[in-house]
C-alpha cells in the first residue's frame, strides 16, 4: 500500500517501466520447449539459467510491469554466485548494500550481537541489501540482452492440460486467447499459484501466530547496514521490531502487531506513521521521513509434498512459502530456478536422462524444509506463540543482558546454505580427502587473481589437487590446482585429491586417491539416470 | 555438596521481595541458568520432567 494520492506503482525512488503485450501479429503458438509462467525474480533467473545452457524459453506474466512495493530485500551470498553464473551480477554489486552483523536488543539494553560467516576467501558478503525493484529490473535488464529468452507481456495463464509427454496452456492477452504447446513447464507464478490451483494441489504446513507490518520510509539516518532487532521495545511493549537499511536511503520497519489488534485498522496510513513515529523515536531518530510502501505479513511453512507433477515444475513462491524471518523466501527461489534450470537443460540437449530430474524435489524441498526448521525457531522467538514460549523468550532475553550465552538464542542463523547430502545423484562421503563435502556447496577460496568459484566450467568441473590425469568428457572441465597451493592448503587436500563439482557450485562427490574412469564413471551414472 | 537448606531460603527470599507478577520469569530464569551451569542437558531435561510431576496437569493416560 502507499500513501493517499499516490498509485501502486508511484515510489519515491524507483520509476516502474511498463511492458507491451507482443504485437497483434507476433507469431505465438509454435510449440516451446519451455514455457515459464511468472516473470517474478524466480521466473527471470531460471530463464537466465537454461539460456546459460544455451536453452530456449517463453517466459510469461500477466503484468505489464514489475511487483509493485519492495518485498525481498536481503539476499544472501548463494544467491550472489547464482547471479554471478548467469551473468547478471554487475548492477547489483554496484547498487546493494553488503552486511555481515546483527544486533538484538531488549528493551532499549542491546543483548546479543552476531556475525555471519565472512572472509578474504568468500568472493562475496554474507547478505545484501537491495529492493525487491531492483532485483527484477537487473534480472530483466541481463533478459533483455538474451535472445533466447522470448518474453511476453501482458500474457496471462488460463488454463493449463498437462499429461506425460508435456502441456497445453491456454494463454490470453489483449489481443485475444490462444493455446501455446510446451513440453516443459516452470511454474513460477508465486504464492497464489494459477497453476498449482488448476492442477489441484495444495501446499501443506503451518501458520504462526504474529502478525507484522512491515514498512519502508526515506529518511537520511546514520546507522550502518545490521539487522537490528528490537525486543520489547519502548515503542510496541510486548512485540518484536526489525531494522534494515537499503539503498537509496530506504529504511524497512517491520513491527509485530498486538494480539486482538485488527489488521485492517493497523494498515490505516494514519496507524502506520503513528507506529513509525514511535519506532524512529525509539531509535532515536528525529529528522524528517517519507512513507513509502507498507504491507502486512505474517508467518507460514507452507510447500507442496512433490514440486514435479509430469511435465510441470514449481519453483519459487509456488512451491513454498517460508517466513521472512529467515530472508529465505526470495533466496530459497533463487536456488530452485538455478538447480531445475541446469538440469532441464540437460535433459533439453539429450545429455541427460529424463530421471535427472528425480532429484529435484528431494533437493529443493529438502533445502524449503530445513529454512522451516531454522525459521520456526526463530519466529517462536520473534512472536511467541504461547505462554510458554513467551514466558522462556523473555528469560532468555532477560539472561542474555549479562550472559552472552543466553543472548545466542535470540541468534537468527540466517545463512547456512543447505547440503544436498541426502540427494540421489550425491556421491556417498567415503572418508573424503577434506575440503567441502558431497553434497555442500563448494565453499570458495581467493587466489591470486580471483576466486577458485571463477574457475568453474559452464557445466561439471573436475578439482583435482597435483598434476591432473588426461580425463574428456563433453561436460567436464577439469581444473587442476598445485599440491602445497592456496587450495590444497586451505582444505588440508594431499596430491590426488579430486572434488567434482556441480553446475551449481555443490560438490557432487569428493576423492581422497581419485581414480578418473571411477569419477567418469560417477558422473555418467548421474546424467544417464532413466526416468 | 550443595546446602539445599540455604537455596531454599534464598528462593523464598528473591520471590518474596519480587512478588508474584515477576515470579515465573525470575523462576524460568533460575531453570534456565542453573540448565546450563550443569553442563549435562540430559540431566536437566530429567530434572525438567520430574518437577513437572504432581502439578495438576494430570499425564494422557494414552501417552
Ligand atoms: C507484500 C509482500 C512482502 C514480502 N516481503 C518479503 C520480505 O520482506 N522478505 C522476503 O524474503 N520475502 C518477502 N516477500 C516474498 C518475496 O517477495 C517472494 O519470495 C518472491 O517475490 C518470490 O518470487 P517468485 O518469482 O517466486 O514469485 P512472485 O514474485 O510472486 O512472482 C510471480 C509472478 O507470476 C505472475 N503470475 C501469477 N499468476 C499468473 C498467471 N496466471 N499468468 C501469468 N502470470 C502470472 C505474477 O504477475 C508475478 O509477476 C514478500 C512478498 C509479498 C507479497
Known amino acids: 500500500m502507499r500513501p493517499a494520492g499516490r498509485s501502486e506503482l508511484d515510489s519515491l525512488y524507483f520509476t516502474y517501466p511498463h511492458f507491451d503485450a507482443p504485437a497483434p501479429d507476433a507469431p505465438r503458438t509454435d510449440p516451446a520447449p519451455v514455457v515459464i509462467v511468472g516473470a517474478g525474480p524466480v521466473g527471470m533467473t531460471a530463464a537466465l539459467e537454461l539460456a546459460r545452457h544455451g536453452q530456449r524459453c517463453v517466459l510469461i506474466d500477466a503484468k505489464d510491469t514489475f511487483n509493485d512495493g519492495s518485498r525481498a530485500i536481503c539476499i544472501a551470498r548463494a544467491s550472489y554466485h547464482i547471479l554471478d553464473r548467469v551473468g547478471a551480477i554487475a548492477p547489483f554489486l554496484e547498487k546493494s548494500l553488503p552486511w555481515t552483523m546483527g544486533r538484538s536488543f531488549y528493551r532499549g539494553r542491546q543483548v546479543l550481537e552476531f556475525s555471519m560467516p565472512d572472509s578474504p576467501n568468500d568472493k562475496y558478503r554474507p547478505m545484501y541489501?537491495?529492493?525487491?525493484q531492483y532485483i527484477e529490473q537487473y534480472l530483466w535488464d541481463a533478459i533483455a540482452r538474451e535472445p533466447l529468452i522470448e518474453t511476453r507481456w501482458q500474457t496471462r495463464l488460463e488454463a493449463i492440460e498437462a499429461g506425460a509427454g508435456g502441456a497445453v496452456l491456454t494463454l490470453a492477452d489483449p489481443h485475444g486467447r490462444y493455446d501455446l504447446p510446451a513440453r516443459w513447464v516452470l511454474a513460477a507464478d508465486g504464492a497464489r499459484s494459477t497453476v498449482r490451483q488448476m492442477l489441484g494441489l495444495r501446499l501443506r504446513g503451518r501458520n504462526f501466530e504474529g502478525r507484522y507490518v512491515i514498512a519502508d520510509v526515506r529518511m537520511q539516518h546514520d546507522y550502518p547496514t545490521i539487522r537490528r532487532a528490537l525486543f520489547d521495545p519502548a515503542c510496541r511493549p510486548g512485540g518484536t521490531v526489525l531494522i534494515h537499511r537499503q539503498p537509496d536511503d530506504i529504511w524497512r520497519i517491520d513491527y509485530q502487531l498486538r494480539d486482538g489488534e485488527s489488521e485492517a485498522e493497523a494498515i490505516s496510513e494514519e496507524n502506520v506513521r503513528a507506529s513509525v513515529t514511535a519506532v524512529l523515536e525509539d531509535i532515536g531518530h528525529s529528522g524528517p521521513w517519507d512513507l513509502e510502501?507498507?504491507?502486512?505479513?505474517?508467518?507460514?511453512?507452507?510447500?507442496?509434498?512433490?514440486?514435479?507433477?509430469?511435465?510441470?515444475?514449481?519453483?519459487?513462491?509456488?512451491?513454498?512459502?517460508?517466513?521472512?524471518f529467515g530472508v529465505r523466501g526470495l533466496n530459497n527461489g533463487m536456488a530452485d530456478a538455478q538447480n531445475i534450470g541446469w538440469k532441464l537443460a540437460l535433459v533439453l540437449s539429450g545429455q541427460a536422462g529424463e530421471g535427472l530430474l528425480d532429484s529435484y524435489t528431494p533437493e529443493r524441498r529438502g533445502a524449503t524444509l530445513d529454512v522451516f526448521a531454522n525459521a520456526s525457531k526463530s519466529a517462536r522467538f520473534m512472536t511467541p506463540p504461547s505462554f510458554g514460549w513467551s514466558l522462556m523468550r523473555d528469560a532468555a532475553l532477560s539472561l542474555a543482558l549479562h550472559h552472552p550465552w543466553a543472548g545466542e538464542l535470540a541468534n537468527p542463523r540466517q545463512m547456512a546454505p543447505y547440503t544436498y547430502d541426502q540427494s540421489p545423484i550425491t556421491a556417498p562421503d567415503a572418508g573424503g580427502p577434506g575440503g567441502p563435502k558431497p553434497g555442500a556447496m563448494m565453499s570458495d577460496v581467493a587466489l591470486g587473481d580471483g576466486f577458485l568459484s571463477d574457475q568453474m566450467g559452464p557445466w561439471f568441473t573436475l578439482l583435482w589437487i597435483g598434476e591432473a590425469p588426461a580425463l574428456t568428457h563433453p561436460l567436464l572441465k577439469v581444473v587442476a590446482l598445485p599440491a602445497e597451493g592456496t587450495v590444497a592448503r586451505a582444505w588440508g587436500a594431499a596430491p590426488g585429491s579430486a572434488w567434482l563439482i556441480r553446475p551449481d557450485l555443490h560438490v557432487a562427490g569428493r576423492w581422497a586417491k581419485a581414480e578418473p574412469a571411477a569419477?567418469?564413471?560417477?558422473?555418467?551414472?548421474?546424467?544417464?539416470?532413466?526416468? | 555438596m550443595t546446602d539445599t537448606e540455604t537455596l531454599y531460603e534464598a528462593l523464598a527470599g528473591h520471590l518474596d521481595t519480587l512478588g508474584q507478577d515477576a515470579a515465573p520469569l525470575f523462576l524460568a530464569k533460575v531453570a534456565l541458568a542453573m540448565g546450563h551451569a550443569l553442563g549435562d542437558t540430559g540431566r536437566a531435561l530429567a530434572i525438567l520432567d520430574d518437577c513437572a510431576q504432581d502439578l495438576g496437569a494430570q499425564p494422557d493416560p494414552a501417552q
Do not use: C, K, M
Not at chain 1, 541489501?129 to 525487491?132: A, F, G, L, V, W
Not at chain 1, 507460514?300 to 512459502?321: C, E, K, M, Q, W
Not at chain 1, 569419477?519 to 526416468?531: G, H, N, S, T
Open chain 1, 129 to 132: 541489501n537491495i529492493e525487491q
Open chain 1, 293 to 324: 510502501w507498507w504491507s502486512i505479513y505474517s508467518a507460514n511453512t507452507l510447500a507442496l509434498d512433490d514440486y514435479r507433477h509430469g511435465p510441470v515444475v514449481f519453483i519459487g513462491d509456488s512451491a513454498h512459502i517460508v517466513p521472512i
Open chain 1, 519 to 531: 569419477i567418469l564413471a560417477f558422473l555418467d551414472a548421474l546424467l544417464e539416470r532413466r526416468a
